[in-house]
């Protein structure tokens, strides 16, 4: 009897095993099935910068096959003037184990650029120290591509109305000097009808004078006429 308790046990131990292998199993099969088929990049890089897993997405997204992207390193898709502040980033979550988000530029065989959000984290191994980088990566080439143009239609914009608040400001400044001129041009037509007309009665009391003195014997009056 006690053999064939063992003999149970030991057969109710392997079924628990096996139980317990397909289940593990089916999960791992689960989880490659929504890692290949998740809508988001997913790539996993050695502590080195070397992609060692990628799935169908991220290909998608950075232009490459995957047997391009395995062995090469993030650093070579990554656009130039990127790459310092996301090697920054790096270094920090290595130091403080925090994961961050970045977005960043890569390009593509073509030499097109595109801009892609990053969400980096850190994978522990079985001893818990970290083993593997994680990204989950998402196309937003759209939407920066639109703020750009935004941005460039908003400077735009900006300079068209500084342009013609300038050139308004230079027409209501030439309207305003124009409006002196003719100002002063009225005021200096009074002025030269005024005077004209005083100079109408002199030159008539002048001639009438002249004419009274002429028809006079008076040698004074006669004098005051050569002046």
């Not at 929504?34 to 950075?62: P, T, W």
């Not at 980096?120 to 120290?129: A, E, K, N, Q, W």
Request: proline share 2%; charged share 30%.
């Amino acid at each position: 009897r006690e053999l064939l308790a063992r003999v149970r046990t030991n057969i109710d131990l392997a079924g628990e095993r096996r139980r317990v292998a397909r289940i593990l199993q089916d999960s791992e099969q689960r989880l490659r099935s929504i890692f290949a088929e998740a809508n988001v990049g997913i790539a996993q890089l050695d502590l080195s910068g070397r992609y060692v897993l990628v799935n169908r997405k991220y290909c998608e997204i950075v232009g490459r096959s995957m047997q391009e992207l395995l062995g090469m390193r993030l650093i070579e898709l990554t656009y130039s003037d990127d790459v310092g502040r996301f090697n920054e980033l790096l270094d920090r979550m290595f130091e403080a184990g925090r994961p961050f988000t970045i977005e960043v530029r890569k390009v593509r065989p073509d030499g097109s650029i595109i801009w892609i959000a990053n969400s980096v984290s850190l994978l522990d191994g079985p001893d818990g120290r970290p083993q593997y980088v994680v990204l989950i990566v998402q196309d937003i080439n759209d939407r920066r591509v639109a703020e750009d143009n935004l941005r460039r239609l908003n400077e735009t914009l900006e300079q068209r109305v500084a342009a013609e608040i300038q050139e308004r400001m230079q027409a209501e400044e030439a309207f305003r000097q124009a409006q002196k001129m003719e100002i002063i041009g009225q005021l200096t037509g009074g002025v030269a009808h005024d005077f004209n007309n005083l100079l109408q009665v002199i030159m008539g009391n002048l001639d009438a004078l002249r004419r009274r003195v002429s028809r006079s014997d008076f040698p004074a009056g006669q004098e005051l006429l050569r002046l």
